[in-house]
């Protein structure tokens, strides 16, 4: 089983909305990351939140991480059409991966 | 600089065919993995090494080896490929157990008949 489980599998959205997807792990973790992919390619590294940290920021991207709800969420404000990509969670201990958010931004 | 490199970026095989795929990172990292991604699906980790010299079970190792000669390289190999192998292959490398990013390859397509 996947290890981070991400939520909701797929997202449309029109350019210059937030988008919102959220991702659920099971086991306790010291970071969690997320990562990007444009169709066809490999996974690009977004932003890493450590266990001690409740919300972090990266340009447009805003991570929060809740330990007692095993929960992330990643929120990416005023979104673009070069925004359209899957977005995966990840876990380490197993650097396992969850079948990811499908996200469209509509221009 | 080229970071995680894979080899071939596509492949037919038939049936019952053999083939090693090749990645290669010059990032002088610890830690690689295999992955495969099927249509509308994540990643799952196949095999991975911790390193030069060691390989350990993901989660669908069946019908895949590997090898870590050298700590640059890692291998995945199929020895006898079945249609069930279709898939899209995925390299990976990271200095530490995920506590650190993890870099990865522009994918290997490969198609079983």
């Known amino acids: 089983s996947q290890q981070g489980e991400e939520d909701p599998q797929a997202l449309s959205i029109q350019e210059g909305e937030n988008a919102t997807m959220n991702c659920s792990y099971k086991?306790?973790?010291?970071?969690l990351q997320w990562y990007r992919q444009n169709s066809g390619r490999g996974l690009v590294h977004l932003i890493l939140i450590r266990s001690n940290e409740r919300e972090k920021h990266s340009g447009r991207l805003r991570v929060t991480l809740d330990t007692s709800k095993k929960s992330s969420s990643l929120l990416i404000t005023a979104s673009r059409a070069a925004d359209t990509a899957s977005y995966f969670c990840a876990t380490p201990r197993d650097m396992r991966f969850g079948a990811g958010t499908r996200l469209t931004v509509k221009p | 600089n080229a970071g995680v490199t894979q080899t071939p970026k596509f492949r037919v095989l038939k049936t019952g065919q053999s083939m090693t795929l090749l990645c290669a990172q010059d990032m002088n990292h610890e830690y690689m993995y295999w992955y495969r991604q099927d249509p509308g699906m994540g990643l799952r980790l196949i095999h991975y090494s911790v390193g030069e010299g060691t390989t350990a079970k993901g989660e669908v190792p069946d019908g895949y080896n590997v090898s870590r000669l050298k700590k640059q390289n890692f291998l995945l190999g199929l020895e006898s490929a079945a249609p069930s192998q279709t898939s899209v292959y995925f390299c990976a490398s990271s200095s530490g157990l995920m506590n650190t990013e993890a870099f990865f390859g522009q994918g290997t397509r490969l198609t079983v008949v």
């Open positions: 086991t306790s973790i010291n970071n």
